[in-house]
């Protein structure tokens, strides 16, 4: 019998609904044919918004959504996506596909989208191919209300309010597809481009992010921060995050492996490979603990989920990939490693929200499906906004050799609605473990649960749409500051308990 320990005595750290936030490029169905379909279309749809995927979102309590890209970010300029749509400029996306982007999907459609959602705005910024000034100006377009050149334009284009920009990122991935910069060029840009991102109205402050890392490249987390951080620490709102993109991709960049072909030993891989986010934060956070002791500055993984091999027969280009019950650990993993990180992880943006890499959801014509890994955000709902929980599961390892991990995950949390909810993940293939729960100190009164499970392989298709779905789980025997229970093989398992 194994023992998970919580001590609801211990709070460690607030949870950010962001660390459930969301990502969307004008890659592939991503943002056409995903999320946006134009009002004229036969799909049921609101200012052109799908309604089906709207409200599946809004159920799944998305708290943010980043916007334009990922590498699209750099080579976007937001002035193509406004005013009439039959004068926006069309161009080739040459990043993703080499398709038609008609810009018809622009700035005032994602702050509609938002609206439609109730979530929090992330624009990302260019730096790669953008000027100081075209930045600025979008700023000003979106946040500034009163007499200005960009609020004009706003207003002539059916929008005198303002918006709100909750996160701004100065450019994306300028390591690489953003730049090819190096980290000490780019910190200095960064410098100067954020100087212009203003904030124009007090109490709605814009959380600046600065590109950082991609995976293990400490170098670059270095090289920004000492180029920027006598700034950082000085200047209240010139850094408020830093970013990290690492994927799970279970073999190499060369050759990922499929979404659906994958065997037990590439299970465990996937995992193992999924389970090093945790050391990339710590390194990371060291790094950022030596030049930001008081953790002013959050962690951002603004990209993160699985990579595979495009679904046969696909645009090499679009990304789009099935989704198992093995992404569902892998999402279980972590949003289970971002709650034990609250004091320096504050957002993270899974890649990408719709048709793209691991998504929540995938469409096909007027049709939708929920994926495993959206039952698993669903799922986790209830850590946004709450108070981390010590905890603690006694684990053994398995897996295959050369690519071990432990077989149980959790983390714990005191939710909002004044209940404990636990989410715990079984990752063997083929074993259940008893499990015997203890409560410090605490009486228990009652517990739902909530499970996902299924085969490894398990997944949902637009013929089978509900193959995989969550099931209430009520084998669980209380018994006063205790709870006992046996998880299965493959399992999400999500516990509110009553106290
Ligand atoms: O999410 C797909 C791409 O991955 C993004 O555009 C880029 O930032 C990253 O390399």
């Known amino acids: 019998m194994a023992k998970l320990y919580v001590n609801p005595k211990h709070q460690l750290g607030h949870i950010n609904p962001e660390l459930q936030g969301h990502f969307s490029e004008h890659l592939g169905r991503c943002i056409y044919e995903g999320l946006y379909v134009g009002q004229d279309s036969d799909i049921p749809n609101t200012n052109g918004m799908r309604n089906d995927v709207v409200e599946a979102l809004k159920e799944m309590q998305i708290p943010v959504l980043r916007w334009p890209g990922g590498c699209f970010a750099d080579e976007y300029h937001w002035k193509d996506g406004i005013g009439p749509k039959e004068s926006r400029k069309k161009m080739i996306n040459t990043h993703w596909g080499g398709v038609v982007e008609d810009n018809s999907f622009g700035t005032h459609e994602f702050m509609e989208l ?198 046969p027969g696909t645009n090499p280009g679009f990304l789009y990939q099935q989704n198992t019950m093995r992404d569902a650990l892998v999402a279980g993993i972590n949003l289970n490693i971002f709650n034990k990180h609250c004091d320096r992880v504050k957002m993270a943006n899974i890649a990408q929200l719709v048709n793209v890499l691991q998504a929540v959801i995938l469409t096909e014509g007027e049709k939708m499906i929920k994926t495993p890994t959206y039952h698993v955000f669903h799922m986790y709902k209830y850590h946004q906004d709450a108070e981390l929980l010590e905890s603690y599961v006694e684990t053994q390892q398995i897996g295959s050799e050369g690519c071990r991990v432990p077989n149980l995950h959790e983390s714990a949390s005191l939710g909002k609605d004044g209940r404990i909810h636990v989410t715990l993940n079984n990752l063997s293939v083929t074993d259940s473990y008893e499990i015997e729960a203890v409560f410090t100190e605490t009486d228990i009164q009652g517990v739902e649960g909530t499970i996902l499970t299924g085969d490894m392989h398990a997944h949902n298709t637009f013929e089978e749409p509900d193959a995989v779905h969550t099931e209430k789980f009520d084998q669980v025997a209380v018994s006063g500051q205790n709870l006992k229970f046996t998880i299965p093989p493959c399992s999400v398992l999500h516990l509110a308990v009553e106290i």
Not at 141 to 164: C, I, K, Q
Not at 166 to 186: I, L, Q
Not at 210 to 215: E, T, V
Request: charged fraction near 25%; aromatic fraction near 14%; glycine fraction near 12%.
């Open 114 to 311: 938002c609206r439609q959602l109730g979530c929090k705005t992330y624009i990302n910024g260019n730096v790669g191919s953008g000027t100081v000034q075209e930045m600025s100006e979008w700023v000003e377009y979106m946040t500034f209300e009163g007499v200005s050149p960009m609020a004009d334009l706003r207003t002539r284009n059916g929008h005198p309010e303002s918006w709100r920009v909750d996160y701004f990122g100065v450019g994306n991935e300028n390591w690489g597809c953003g730049g090819n910069m190096t980290p000490e060029y780019y910190g200095n840009l960064y410098r100067r481009y954020q100087t212009y991102v203003r904030n124009y109205k007090k109490g709605e402050e814009i959380y600046k992010i600065c590109c950082g890392p991609n995976a293990d490249d400490y170098h670059w987390t270095e090289g920004v921060l000492k180029t920027t951080h006598d700034h950082a620490q000085s200047a209240h709102g010139f850094m408020n995050g830093l970013s990290l993109h690492y994927y799970t991709v279970p073999d190499s960049w060369e050759n990922k492996g499929g979404a659906l072909v994958f065997d037990e030993e590439k299970y465990y891989k996937t995992l193992n490979k999924t389970l090093y986010m945790e050391q990339l934060i710590k390194g990371h956070g060291a790094i950022m603990d030596q030049y930001d002791p008081e953790k002013k500055i959050g962690l951002i993984v603004d990209e993160w989920g699985t990579w595979y091999e495009v679904e």
